[in-house]
């Protein structure tokens, strides 16, 4: 007789594995999670089935979204069965199904794009969760040259940050600076737009304290190197613009979120860069020059003129990362068997 919690699943159970009781809530909660996040109501109207891949003046943020979305269900699906191509079929029928469900939800937009973003980010899951053993059980020198690799890829990361934040050179569509309350807004023409992903904007907080509502000229401001000058009446500040852990805000940024917390955003898109680092470390000299040279990403790019400094919050954020890092290798290596020396 079957438990009444048991979850019931018409595949046959050829095609199924039995995960353990922790592995199986760790990924109802992984779908849970997801289905949370995009079957939520959203201001605006929705708009009628989009056929059209990535398109829009965000389009390809958002089909970035939707691939990374669909990497822990891929993951966590990865554990309920055998077969790969099964574990796929079953997170693009819940694609489907979500898309189908936001024909009714006001504010969502069902597209053919979403769905076959959402199928290739569960495939990419999958594939990590069938190798794990590549990445969990590593001797010292492997777990190094992993560790190099992805400090390679913080630099990448960093610094494709500078270019995607900056204006395009030669362009007419630059910067227009607008007051919100106390603040000076900067809205910036970047090559992220160019390439259709998100537009964040660049904010100076308390520009105008003190100063009366309709205090007279818009602000203005004129590009210093990396950075923006900007003016507000008869002050004046320079630094301006994006740092090392804005990387997030040309994947989504949703500006009233951002004007709060927009700095802590930063500091998480920091630790998430360096929590492999910290995966991976291990006692010797290679993992340490990896995490040197990654932190090294964070002082050299911007004084070399292509972001802001980096500041106090994002550097403990890479601290942060790579302890979490560390906590969740402790976590993960005894389920793979242990590190192999």
């Not at 055998?82 to 189908?100: D, F, P």
């Not at 320079?238 to 500006?255: E, N, Q, R």
Request: proline share 5%; charged share 15%.
């Amino acid at each position: 007789m079957q438990h009444p919690l048991e979850p019931t699943i018409l595949i046959s159970p050829s095609r199924l594995k039995s995960p353990d009781r922790l592995q199986r809530l760790a990924s109802l909660a992984v779908v849970a999670a997801v289905l949370a996040a995009v079957l939520v109501q959203q201001p605006g109207e929705g708009a009628a089935v989009s056929f059209c891949v990535a398109c829009g003046e965000r389009g390809v943020a958002d089909a970035l979204r939707n691939l990374l979305l669909f990497v822990p269900v891929g993951m966590a699906a990865a554990g309920w069965f055998r077969a790969s191509a099964a574990t796929v079929a079953a997170c693009a029928a819940m694609s489907l199904g979500v898309e189908v469900a936001q024909l009714w939800i006001p504010g969502r937009d069902p597209a053919l794009s979403d769905l076959l973003f959402n199928t290739l980010g569960a495939a990419a899951g999958v594939a990590l969760a069938r190798s794990r053993a590549a990445w969990l059980r590593l001797q010292r020198r492997a777990a190094g040259r992993l560790s190099l690799a992805w400090a390679a890829l913080v630099w990448i990361a960093v610094a494709a940050t500078g270019v995607l934040l900056a204006p395009p050179a030669g362009s007419q569509r630059r910067v227009t600076g607008t007051r919100e309350g106390d603040d000076v807004v900067l809205h910036v023409y970047t090559r992220a737009a160019r390439v259709r992903l998100d537009q964040p904007v660049v904010r100076w907080r308390d520009a105008y304290a003190g100063t009366a509502a309709d205090a007279a000229d818009p602000p203005v401001a004129v590009r210093d190197r990396g950075t923006w000058c900007a003016r507000a009446g008869s002050r004046q500040r320079c630094g301006l613009g994006a740092t090392a852990g804005g990387g997030w805000s040309v994947l989504a940024y949703p500006d009233a979120l951002a004007a709060r917390f927009g700095a802590l955003a930063d500091a998480a898109w920091v630790a998430l860069l360096f929590l492999p680092l910290g995966f991976w470390f291990r006692r010797g000299r290679i993992s340490a020059v990896a995490a040197a040279s990654a932190l090294g990403a964070l002082a050299v790019i911007p004084v070399a003129g292509m972001l802001a400094g980096t500041p106090a919050l994002e550097w403990a954020g890479a601290g942060v990362g790579m302890m979490a890092g560390a906590a969740l290798a402790r976590l993960a290596r005894p389920a793979a068997g242990g590190d192999a020396q």
